[in-house]
């Protein structure tokens, strides 16, 4: 059985060595003519089961699932680094037809790290971001940006919770200053607020009150004033030959 399976196998690949797995398919080792190494199981000549392989000249890994000749199921993929010839995981979990596909963790040069759900190779449905300067995100993700509902904690303390679109905040949210005990809650348009409301919170019995601490809002109606600024607003982005404001 393992003889057919290697006359099957390209002309240009040389088996290097044989076993026998727990599963129905052969496992050996081939080269292909670029010198790519690969240790696995295989189904109609092609890569399928699992098995690992190994780049010729970036030297880089895939170890995992296989299915008719690209990974697809679980599987780590790393690189080796340049100067201590030790390898470092780049990504960690699933794969659909040789792209990033379903829940993983990719690990980028800068330190940063992305930790949730992937479609195609692209960032998509829910996943963590952490960043090298210590900010981290953690909510929606469309076409490898952020977008929708999120919560973004900045490494100062302060934080941004709320609508976000192409990776800018978009829509209604509150961005909480920690340190001054503030919030702003509003209305944003591509990373910046448009109009909104600016209030004290967790400052009932402050042991250094703010520096210019805001009066109390004598409004009959603070949230309709707040309704009645947006739908404004949104009118005026509305209309035909509204002007930019400058």
């Known amino acids: 059985m393992l003889s057919n399976e290697s006359e099957k196998a390209e002309s240009a690949s040389v088996v290097e060595s044989e076993s026998q797995t727990c599963g129905p398919q052969p496992r050996y080792t081939t080269f292909s003519a670029n010198g790519t190494k690969y240790t696995g199981e295989w189904q109609e000549n092609k890569k399928h089961g699992k098995g690992t392989?190994?780049?010729?000249h970036s030297h880089a890994v895939y170890d995992g699932e296989w299915k008719c000749g690209k990974p697809d199921g679980f599987?780590?993929?790393s690189v080796q680094l340049p100067k201590t010839n030790a390898y470092k995981k780049k990504y960690c979990g699933e794969w659909k037809n040789?792209?990033?596909h379903g829940f993983g963790t990719l690990f980028y040069k800068t330190s940063d790290k992305y930790e949730g759900q992937w479609r195609e190779n692209q960032r998509n449905?829910?996943?963590m971001m952490h960043y090298a300067n210590g900010d981290i995100y953690e909510g929606e993700w469309m076409n490898d940006k952020i977008h929708g509902q999120g919560t973004l904690r900045l490494a100062n303390g302060d934080w941004y919770e709320g609508s976000w679109k192409d990776g800018k905040k978009?829509?209604?949210g509150k961005f909480y200053y920690s340190a001054k005990g503030q919030l702003y809650d509003g209305f944003w348009v591509?990373?910046?607020?448009k109009f909104g409301t600016l209030s004290d919170f967790g400052k009932d019995e402050p042991p250094t009150p703010p520096e210019y601490r805001i009066p109390t809002l004598q409004l009959v109606d603070m949230q309709m004033v707040l309704e009645d600024a947006r739908s404004a607003f949104k009118k005026k982005c509305q209309e035909p030959h509204a002007h930019s404001a400058t």
């Open 125 to 127: 449905g829910a996943g």
């Open 98 to 100: 040789g792209m990033k």
């Open 190 to 193: 591509d990373g910046a607020p």
């Open 170 to 172: 978009n829509g209604n």
């Open 53 to 56: 392989q190994i780049w010729k």
């Open 75 to 77: 599987g780590t993929y």
